[in-house]
């Protein structure tokens, strides 16, 4: 009895397929043979992914993005309320030299609830004024973007004003008010 075994034959082309590496090219990723061009783009392929970031790394590089915010952010924002209250002292201190300068000039403060507005416009009652605030066309607001409160008689001024602005909460009578009768870093 005579064993025959089927023969397999395989016919490869002669020319390769674009984007394939050529057999030397092969070659020097350590593969031979007919099948060197296939195994080259698998070992680019690998060689790519290799450059890439892993799910952990950027995860670890978010981590530390977070951290540095968590301690740098508070800082920035404690500054930027530290400058709104300098500001607001800043604007009293004007209104101060300002209607110092009209009592001198007028004898008497402005009257009212709006007396700061008689430092930019004349009074009726005003014999000598001229604009106490230079290049305003309007009482500014305080950095919170609301009104000052000026009140003459004053409370804690009877024989002068107050100026007070409310401060970030907006609300008046609390610590975090900037007044007129204050100093600077000095509580109620």
């Known amino acids: 009895m005579k064993i025959t075994t089927p023969t397999l034959s395989v016919n490869l082309p002669l020319s390769r397929p674009s984007g394939t590496l050529s057999p030397a090219e092969g070659e ?45 952010l508070p800082k920035f924002t404690g500054t930027t309320e530290k400058a709104r209250r300098t500001q607001a002292q800043t604007q009293i201190a004007a209104f101060k030299t300002a209607l110092e300068l009209f009592e001198t000039e007028n004898g008497h403060f402005p009257k009212g609830k709006d007396g700061l507005l008689d430092l930019i416009q004349q009074p009726r009652d005003a014999q000598n004024w001229h604009p106490y605030l230079q290049d305003e066309t309007s009482i500014p607001n305080d950095p919170w973007g609301r009104p000052y409160i000026y009140v003459c008689p004053g409370k804690h001024n009877p024989s002068s004003y107050d100026i007070v ?21 000095q509580k109620q």
């Open 28 to 72: 020097r990723d350590g593969v031979r043979g007919p099948l060197a061009g296939s195994w080259g783009n698998l070992s680019r392929a690998r060689r790519c992914s290799g450059r890439a970031f892993t799910l952990v790394e950027l995860l670890l590089v978010l981590v530390i993005l977070g951290t540095l915010a968590a301690i740098v």
């Open 165 to 185: 602005s409310m401060g970030p909460d907006g609300r008046e009578g609390t610590d975090d008010d900037i007044t007129s009768w204050q100093q600077p870093n």
